[in-house]
């Protein structure tokens, strides 16, 4: 019997424990039988989704408690690590990890498929289901996040990424390795890269890099009749660079700012935190996550911004949860065979980064005039309530309106995004002001 039949029918005898026991009323007072139960037969761990309709809160509750100790008991394999429950969807999942013998982490990308042909999108890996799954660099997605500790299978993930994208000469790559280079000098001859890959050996030519960046990302908005090529700022193991002031206000900027730009910003960390990812403000922007396995709850909860799935939970070695706005998936990462990087070596151009100054990296928003500002996050304001849902031409019209003057589209758009950000964040603490009043009236 293959693999994939070993784990069926492992799976099935499960769904069949997990039944029976619904029936007898062993997971919640009252008894029932399960709507349906899905079987998932994943690479690295099973899974059951139970449709449980109203007694879904109170199986969950049954399952998770006491360290999930009830869930172990009807798992029918010597599973590794700890099992997990929790709701997805409609559905309470239950998950546990494969034994060595029938679990598959070796998936190279020559194996799943064709690189996309599309110079947004990359391979990521193979679903629990057995689909390809493909992420994409997008207007709702703009930038990612790659956590995951040492041996989680992080830095792969990232190199699978840069190495399909790298494809296209449209896409330009500014590459920054907080791991002296281990991690991302195997892309340091590559033709579409900007400047040489820089590292934590000298943080002035990481400051460099990214002060490029943000000049490129202004002069852009300056130029109103240009296109421009994607511009791709690759950051593995961001926190060796957190404790710098200088990097992380402009990283900040460029990630709040970059997309109407076409610059995009991928940050690897080794240790999630809000503060390991450059502050709240470029963790809010990150809606693309790539989540693999980390230590505790807590860094679970940074990378999925709530309680679950639990990151800990992973196996390691591309086990992970891709994760977009209102979607999460279970991924076996496949991995980008280091001779066919290599072979993308054909040399590049010679530039330098410029010299650092603290002028060319300030803020873009200090170009605007206050009466810009304010009609901004007015607008901002009104198109979140509901009032008007114009863009960046309405957002033009009325600071003609109001001031007789008229600015170029790209200035518009980034004045538009540069009051979304405030408001929003005017709006958050407005929130987090409330809360804490309720809280201290009760």
Not at 35 to 53: D, T, W, Y
């Amino acid at each position: 019997m293959d693999t994939a039949n070993i784990r069926l029918k492992l799976l099935k005898e499960w769904a069949t424990k997990i039944s029976q026991a619904s029936m007898l009323g062993v997971f919640t007072k009252a008894k029932f039988m399960p709507n349906e139960i899905v079987l998932v037969n994943g690479p690295r761990a099973g899974a059951l989704e139970i449709s449980a309709g109203l007694n879904a809160g109170k199986m969950l509750g049954g399952l998770s408690a006491d360290d999930y100790a009830l869930h172990r008991q009807f798992i029918p394999w010597d599973f590794i690590g700890d099992p997990v429950v929790f709701m997805s969807g409609r559905f309470v999942r239950l998950e546990a990890a494969w034994p060595m013998g029938i679990s598959d982490r070796d998936i190279p990308l020559a194996s799943i498929g064709a690189n996309p042909k599309d110079v947004n999108r990359w391979i990521a890996g193979k679903t629990e289901t057995g689909a390809t799954l493909t992420l994409s660099i997008s207007d709702t997605i703009p930038h990612y996040l790659f956590a995951g500790i040492t041996g989680s299978g992080k830095t792969v993930a990232m190199r699978s990424a840069i190495y399909q994208l790298a494809k296209f000469n449209q896409n330009k790559f500014v590459l920054i390795d907080g791991k002296y280079g281990d991690g991302l000098n195997i892309f340091s001859n590559i033709p579409n890269l900007v400047g040489p890959v820089v590292t934590n050996q000298d943080i002035d030519e990481v400051r460099k890099a990214i002060a490029w960046v943000k000049a490129e990302m202004m002069r852009r908005y300056s130029s109103i009749h240009e296109t421009f090529d994607q511009l791709i700022l690759v950051i593995d193991e961001v926190q060796s660079f957190v404790d710098d002031q200088a990097i992380t206000g402009m990283l900040a900027d460029i990630i709040s700012q970059g997309r109407g730009a076409n610059i995009h910003v991928f940050l690897g960390t080794q240790h999630p935190t809000v503060e390991n990812v450059g502050g709240a403000k470029v963790k809010r922007n990150l809606s693309g996550r790539v989540g693999l396995h980390v230590n505790d709850w807590k860094a679970s909860e940074v990378v999925v911004g709530g309680t679950s799935p639990r990151l800990s939970s992973l196996m390691g070695a591309g086990d992970a949860y891709a994760i977009a706005p209102n979607n999460t998936l279970r991924t076996q990462i496949a991995y980008a065979d280091r001779r066919l990087i290599e072979q993308m070596n054909i040399g590049r151009s010679d530039f330098e980064w410029p010299e650092y100054s603290l002028e060319d990296a300030s803020y873009s928003g200090a170009s605007f005039s206050p009466i810009e500002t304010a009609i901004s996050i007015t607008h901002a304001f009104e198109r979140k309530n509901g009032i008007n849902r114009g863009g960046r031409d309405l957002l033009k019209e009325k600071i003609r309106s109001m001031t007789g003057a008229s600015i170029g589209s790209p200035k518009a758009g980034s004045l538009r995004n540069y009051g979304r950000e405030v408001f929003e964040e005017i709006a958050r603490l407005g929130y987090c002001i409330s809360e804490c009043e309720e809280e201290n009236d009760s």
